[in-house]
């Protein structure tokens, strides 16, 4: 399959990484993208945009390397994320570019607006990506749709109505936590490996597992059935 992984900021991926580190495992393709480069993170004090763009791509690029994904980054703007029509087209030509089976993004309940912007991009992204007009816009050659079916996972949020996906990542907890620990000495957060791990350790006792980590199915577009099921 081919796994793409969107967010708003390097570091963001941190609670899907070891499903995306699984599923490189496995043989699939993996994608981690962001649709800015991070580049107002308050952690820089007066450093300049450009620095900490420098800073905070290659973090992406370490992590993606570390999981064995390849990367993307967008230059949207930090805090300027809006799912404006232009933002919706970019990602979708991506999705007709990679043609992804499944995408992994942000909750639509996050504080961040940033986060539940890019969420709304995965989203509206996949009809942009089904359309052949669209996708070639600006184009100098005609551009194939991406017409499969896509399933969209959103980061796990409470006051959310949709189902809940769990994934055991037993055997990567090692790299997961190495990323976590990577990011937090970077940035001087709080928690420790204990406190991490044992935050992946309660999500996998709900399904009887070591560790795991917990989506939600936002969106599935099949084909076409007989019956509705």
């Known amino acids: 399959m081919r796994l793409l992984a969107l967010f708003a900021h390097p570091d963001d991926e941190v609670g899907c990484l070891g499903t ?15 649709t800015t480069m991070g580049e107002l993170a308050s952690q820089f004090g007066r450093a300049s945009a ?17 999981i064995g994904a390849s990367y993307r980054f967008f230059d949207f703007g930090d805090s300027r994320v809006t799912g404006s029509r232009d933002q919706v087209l970019a990602v979708a030509k991506l999705y007709a570019e990679f043609q992804p089976d499944t995408v992994i993004t942000w909750d639509d309940y996050s504080g961040h607006p ?16 089904r359309i052949p007009k669209i996708v070639s816009e600006g184009e100098a050659e005609p551009k194939a749709a ?10 796990h949020h409470r006051a959310s109505p949709f189902p809940s996906v769990h994934i055991d990542i037993s055997e990567q907890i090692g790299t997961v936590t190495e990323v976590f620990a ?3 000495d970077f940035y001087g957060w709080k928690a420790t490996d204990e406190q991490f791990q044992a935050q992946r350790a309660m999500i ?3 399904v009887g597992c070591r560790f795991a980590e917990h ?8 084909p076409a059935q007989t019956y509705l099921p």
Do not use: C, N
């Open 20 to 34: 995306l580190a699984k599923h490189v495992a496995r043989g699939d393709q993996v994608l981690l993208s962001w």
């Open 50 to 66: 450009d620095e900490v763009t420098k800073t905070r791509t290659a973090h992406g690029a370490f992590v993606a390397e570390k």
């Open 114 to 129: 940033d986060h539940r912007a890019t969420a709304k991009l995965a989203f509206d992204a996949v009809t942009f990506a």
């Open 146 to 155: 991406h017409r499969k079916p896509v399933r969209i996972y959103q980061y």
């Open 182 to 184: 990577f990011y937090r």
């Open 204 to 206: 996998g006792r709900e």
């Open 215 to 222: 989506f939600q199915l936002r969106s599935t577009s099949l």
